[in-house]
């Protein structure tokens, strides 16, 4: 979904100390509204559900505000792309846990040599870490199974290795874990859930990959879209099953007798079961990517606010409530929802730019009943439009507040 690897952006300046008026606004903001159960089983430590800072785009907030409104939301686990040290420094002392990315295209240089691997590690982990970043975990290349990239997929896993060895020469052994995010494409079968496997292509790879994560204790990680099995056939996936509305009958597997009300815990499952056929019991499947674009392309059915609102205010209750899949009742299913932000550089079909929960500006594409504020920039030395835009924003999230 989200684009492979990428640069880190350069960072827009770092603003002057906030001058007394900035601040006097800032604690004005009126309280954070989070409405129903989301706010009910919302721990004191924020939301259970993660949330994929993707930036490929060029309208996007600078990090510290991006920031604000992350806290704002009590959104406390964030996945990033890259390691983009403009991102990590703004959410120092926030307690915010990053899940960093090595790029695609990085990944082959640092397969081939150790010294690459410890460089990346000093480079891009160690010195967050010193100043007391919460990164717990690096993926190395993203989505690298889906094309036919070979010289990729079979650099991963050395990859993979050596920035493990590297965390381990460093003493971070158990503190940052190792993996890669796959697509659902990964797949040979998936339905019903017990007869999940991977495809011929993937499956040479997969084996020895799962025994690194087995042996390093870390998750396995894939990227799940109900939408895609919608938009590629509406007229016979029904609407509830995916968007985690009341369904009657859901979707029993004949094999289990386990019952499925939602495709979304069937594709968590198949791949449970995938890894399990592989003689892998020991391994957590988390969703690294999730998400429902709110716009799309004529020929992309189901991209409208109205299903991605109620896809996204579902699947936030739901892993709120810490459920577990039906395979896997006791493991609260692990989910990063995508994105944080509707990207507007991103390629492919229109739903790909619209997939965000905010606009650039900060407002919510969607009511999901959660709402955050993106604190304006420097007040002080801001354009007279940008501080309207500020008492606009306050306004809007009043009436969410009033109104939850
Ligand atoms: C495989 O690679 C070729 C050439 O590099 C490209 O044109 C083609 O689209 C690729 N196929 C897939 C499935 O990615
Ligand atoms: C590493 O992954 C394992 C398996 O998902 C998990 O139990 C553990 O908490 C992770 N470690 C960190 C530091 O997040």
């Not at 993926?139 to 889906?146: A, L, Q, R, S």
């Not at 099953?241 to 597997?253: E, I, R, S, T, W």
């Not at 995508?338 to 991103?346: D, G, H, R």
């Not at 619209?354 to 354009?383: E, K, Q, R």
Request: hydrophobic residues 45%.
């Amino acid at each position: 979904m989200a684009a492979a690897g990428r640069q880190s952006r350069t960072a827009p300046s770092l603003p002057a100390p906030l001058s007394l008026t900035a601040c006097f606004f800032v604690l004005l903001l009126p309280p954070i509204a989070l409405t129903g159960e989301a706010a009910a089983a919302a721990a004191d430590d924020g939301l259970s559900i993660g949330v994929n800072y993707g930036q490929i785009a060029n309208n996007l907030p600078s990090p510290s505000r991006v920031s604000w409104l992350l806290r704002s939301m009590r959104i406390s686990k964030v996945k990033l792309y890259d390691a983009d040290p403009n991102v990590l420094r703004a959410f120092l002392g926030t307690g915010v846990e990053f899940v960093v990315g090595i790029g695609n295209e990085a990944v082959p240089s640092i397969a081939s040599s150790p010294a690459a691997a410890q460089s990346w590690v000093q480079q891009h982990v160690v010195p967050h870490l010193r100043a007391g970043a919460r990164i717990t975990c690096v993926t190395v290349g993203n989505e690298v199974f889906k094309g036919n990239d070979t010289a990729l997929q079979s650099s991963v896993l050395p990859a993979m290795v050596s920035v493990h060895r590297a965390l381990d020469a460093l003493g971070l052994r158990g503190r940052v874990n190792v993996t890669t995010a796959h697509s659902l494409d990964i797949m040979g079968a998936s339905f019903p859930p017990s007869a999940g496997e991977f495809s011929p292509a993937a499956l040479h790879h997969l084996r020895p990959f799962l025994e690194f994560l087995s042996a390093t204790r870390s998750p396995f990680l894939i990227n799940c879209y109900p939408y895609f099995a919608y938009k590629d056939d509406p007229a016979r996936v029904p609407l509830e099953y995916v968007l985690f509305q009341p369904n009657a009958a859901g979707v029993v597997d004949g094999r289990t007798g386990l019952r499925y009300d939602n495709m979304l815990y069937a594709q968590v499952d198949a791949v449970y079961a995938a890894i399990g056929r592989l003689g892998f019991t020991d391994v957590e499947v988390k969703v690294s990517e999730t998400g429902w674009p709110s716009r799309g392309d004529p020929d992309e059915p189901g991209a409208t606010p109205e299903y991605a609102g109620t896809y996204i205010r579902n699947l936030l209750q739901r892993i709120e409530m810490k459920q577990g899949t039906p395979l896997r009742p006791a493991t609260p299913v692990d989910v990063y929802v995508f994105a944080l932000f509707n990207e507007n550089l991103k390629p492919g079909p229109a739903s790909e730019r619209n997939y965000g929960l905010f606009y650039p500006d900060g407002t919510p594409v969607y009511n999901v009943g959660l709402h955050g504020y993106l604190p304006p920039m420097l007040l002080s030395n801001a354009a007279p439009q940008v501080v309207i835009q500020f008492f606009r924003l306050v306004a809007i999230a009043s009436v969410a507040f009033v109104l939850s």
